[in-house]
């Protein structure tokens, strides 16, 4: 079992819509969750990033977090095209080194 | 405020050869990771180094090795290259201690062994 795991898609909604990305863990020791966006061929780009549990909202990104389930998410309000990208969540312990990587959800926001 | 930047962006080898790769880290971080992306997958942790010394490494062979330099910047060095080592590269920078999930990655390096 992976310790983080994150449906691949590909998802595909149209343009305005709200879009819903999640992610489980197994690893209760986890502190720290980042959202990274990834364009066609280059780097991850952070986004957000949520300490412990609760929401933390960024424009039209919101990040929730919830340890119990041991279950993030991370919402797009009013979607546009240019938010077409794949969408990794990762996650740290505190004080570690590395951080740990779901497979990244493809989306694709049609105009 | 300068980025993390690696190079060369593209890589071919072939099986059995030895590879260098580069990276600059953001101006003001003192710590560089490395992961591997293969298609389709999220990073996996490579190594990290903080004051020019491997500060922890993931599950990959001694055949993975790196350096950092004084000015923080770092090097990726793979030896007898394997198929399953092609893959997009990337360096990620951050500080350390309390700040060190916050890793900004670099635009990758591309690497094609065949």
């Known amino acids: 079992q992976k310790e983080v795991e994150q449906d691949p898609g590909p998802l595909s909604v149209p343009e305005g819509a709200i879009v819903s990305l999640n992610c489980t863990y197994s690893n209760s020791a986890f502190q720290y969750f980042m959202w990274y966006r990834q364009y066609s061929r280059k780097g991850p780009e952070l986004l957000m990033y949520?300490?412990?549990?609760g929401n933390k909202e960024d424009g039209r990104f919101t990040a929730q977090v919830d340890k119990s389930s041991k279950y993030i998410s991370l919402f797009i309000r009013d979607s546009q095209p240019s938010d077409s990208a794949t969408y990794l969540c990762?996650?740290?312990?505190?004080?570690?080194?590395?951080?740990?990587f779901g497979q990244g959800t493809r989306l694709t926001i049609n105009p | 405020e300068t980025g993390v930047t690696q190079s060369p962006t593209h890589l071919i080898k072939t099986r059995g050869q030895q590879v260098t790769l580069r990276c600059s880290s953001q101006?003001?971080?003192?710590?560089v990771s490395w992961y591997q992306q293969a298609l389709g997958q999220g990073p996996q942790f490579i190594f990290q180094y903080y004051r020019e010394e491997e500060n922890g490494r993931g599950n990959f062979p001694p055949r993975f090795s790196g350096l950092q330099f004084p000015n923080y910047s770092s090097e990726l060095n793979v030896n007898a290259l394997e198929l399953d080592d092609s893959a997009l590269y990337l360096c990620?920078?951050?500080?350390?201690?309390?700040?060190?999930?916050?890793?900004?990655f670099g635009p990758g390096t591309r690497l094609t062994v065949t």
């Open positions: 990620a920078s951050s500080l350390a201690g309390p700040l060190a999930h916050e890793q900004y």
């Open positions: 949520t300490y412990s549990s």
């Open positions: 990762a996650m740290s312990v505190q004080g570690a080194q590395k951080l740990v």
């Open positions: 101006s003001g971080h003192n710590t």
